[in-house]
């Protein structure tokens, strides 16, 4: 069933969200200061290409260094993340309006959790 709602996905919208966090990806990347930031772009581009069936999780406390992720988040979050959420969540209340969109809505608020912190999560 992920299988289908995966296609179904790409096929209505989201090879182009995942057009978008690559290209975006690419451009941080090409900056040595947007290196971190770019990183995450591409893990919410594989995110955003499949994400039925696809999860984030938090990293355990020993593979993470907590301050550094909050002040990278910070940034992230000033420079694009609110409005990448924004984006997220205003599709997500558009798509809900009608009840074959719902499945589709709720994909877009997992991405929306993930657009918001990236650093110290990772892809299950």
């Known amino acids: 069933m992920n299988l ?4 179904l996905w790409i096929i209505f919208g989201g090879i182009f969200i995942f057009i978008g966090y690559v290209v975006s ?6 900056t040595l200061v947007g ?6 772009c591409f ?20 593979d993470t260094n907590e301050s550094l992720n909050l002040v990278l988040n910070i940034v992230w979050l000033i420079f694009g993340g609110l409005f990448i959420m924004l984006n997220h969540l205003v599709w997500g209340f558009m798509l809900a309006l009608s009840i074959i969109g719902i499945p589709f809505a709720l994909q877009h608020f997992k991405l929306m ?3 918001i ?3 110290g999560r990772r892809l299950t």
């Open 25 to 30: 990806g690419l451009a941080l990347c090409i």
């Open 113 to 115: 959790r993930l657009a």
């Open 4 to 7: 289908i709602l995966n296609l």
């Open 43 to 62: 893990k919410l581009a594989i995110f955003a290409l499949f994400p039925f069936g696809s999860d984030t999780e938090a990293l355990p406390y020993q």
């Open 35 to 40: 290196i971190p930031w770019g990183l995450q």
């Open 117 to 119: 912190s990236p650093f």
